[in-house]
Structure formats: structure tokens, C-alpha cells
Nanobody, 121 residues
Framework: QVQLVESGGGSVQAGGSLKLSCVSPAYIHGRTYRGWFRQSPGKEREGVAVIGYGGSPLYADSVKGRFTISRDNSKNTVDLLMNNLKPEDTAMYYC???????????????WGQGTQVTVSS
């Protein structure tokens, strides 16, 4: 049973912005690391951003300076603010909870079902 629920995906033109949100039960949110990953058709899933319980985010080079990950531990949520979106950002975006500050999905045990982001040129 999926217990991480993403929202906020949609379609936007290049240069636009979207904010993704993910809510989970407290026992999942309490995992030290929360992350956002994405997968495009024909490609492997890749890490986008990860944040520890107290902050200290890690970003993929492709999104540095454009995306911001944040978490609200009182609401059990983690958000991904995406600015200056590019067509290559088009993907299914997944939130996850895991045990390491890593962009490798192997460290993440709990996953949402994903929310689609489409960026047109």
C-alpha cells in the first residue's frame, strides 16, 4: 500500500514554475532522508534532490540553481519548487523516504506513485 502521496504535477511552458508536494505518515516522514526522483520514458530513474531531517539539501547538477527541496517536519511533507523549467525536465516525479544522503535510489525504501511533469518548448 502506497503511503507517500505526491501532488502538484502538470503541464507548463519552458521557463515556468511548478511546486510538487508529498505527504506521508509520520513514521515514514521520520526517516532521516527524503528525496525526489524522476524518470523519463526510456531512461532510468534518477535522483533530483535529497534533504536530511534538519535540512542540508543535495541536488543533481542538472537542477542546481533551479530547484529547491524543503521539508516541513510538523506536517510530514516534503516539497520541490521547480523554477525555470526546461523541456528536458519532463518526467514522472516520485518522492521517496530513505536512509542516506544520496541521489541513488537504492538507499530509498518507501516510494510514492509519482506525479507527471510536462514542460513544453
Amino acid at each position: 500500500q502506497v503511503q507517500l502521496v505526491e501532488s502538484g504535477g502538470g503541464s507548463v511552458q519552458a521557463g515556468g514554475s511548478l511546486k510538487l508536494s508529498c505527504v506521508s505518515p509520520a513514521y515514514i516522514h521520520g526517516r532521516t532522508y527524503r528525496g525526489w526522483f524522476r524518470q523519463s520514458p526510456g531512461k532510468e530513474r534518477e535522483g533530483v534532490a535529497v534533504i536530511g531531517y534538519g535540512g542540508s539539501p543535495l541536488y543533481a547538477d542538472s537542477v542546481k540553481g533551479r530547484f529547491t527541496i524543503s521539508r516541513d517536519n510538523s506536517k510530514n511533507t516534503v516539497d520541490l519548487l521547480m523554477n525555470n523549467l526546461k523541456p528536458e525536465d519532463t518526467a514522472m516525479y516520485y518522492c521517496a523516504a530513505g536512509s542516506a544522503k544520496s541521489l541513488s535510489e537504492s538507499w530509498f525504501q518507501d516510494w510514492g506513485q509519482g506525479t507527471q511533469v510536462t514542460v513544453s518548448s
